[in-house]
């Protein structure tokens, strides 16, 4: 069976693949759709391609939950946003949210055994 671009990922993301990451598949669109649907208050945030990493979204939830995925190119995930009705940002041009820090340095100290 042929596997089917859902997302449009493959049309979106033009003939240029990072060398040394894997495609985005819709496997991985469809985990922060699913992230975004279970949490509150969730934006994404486009991460550019590097050399070594193709395109990726960040989802953050209003308590600074996180998850990132790739997505092939930014507008797969703008398509995404646009579609649940939530904001997209380029973190290029508005960097991480603060909740997000916060959420990992909480995880931190939880995983560490240390106390507030």
Known sequence: MKWRDRYGIRRLRGPR????DREATNSDIES???FAKSRRGVEFFVEPE???TDTTAVAVA???????????S????????????LPVYDVQLTGYPARMRAYNDRRR????????
């Open 50 to 52: 590097t050399f070594a």
């Open 109 to 116: 100290q939880a995983e560490s055994g240390e106390h507030a």
């Open 17 to 20: 693949i990072a060398k040394f």
């Open 32 to 34: 922060l759709i699913d």
């Open 62 to 72: 209003h308590d600074g939950e996180w998850t990132r995925r790739r997505v092939g």
């Open 74 to 85: 930014p507008a797969v995930i703008r398509k995404v946003a646009r579609d649940l009705a």
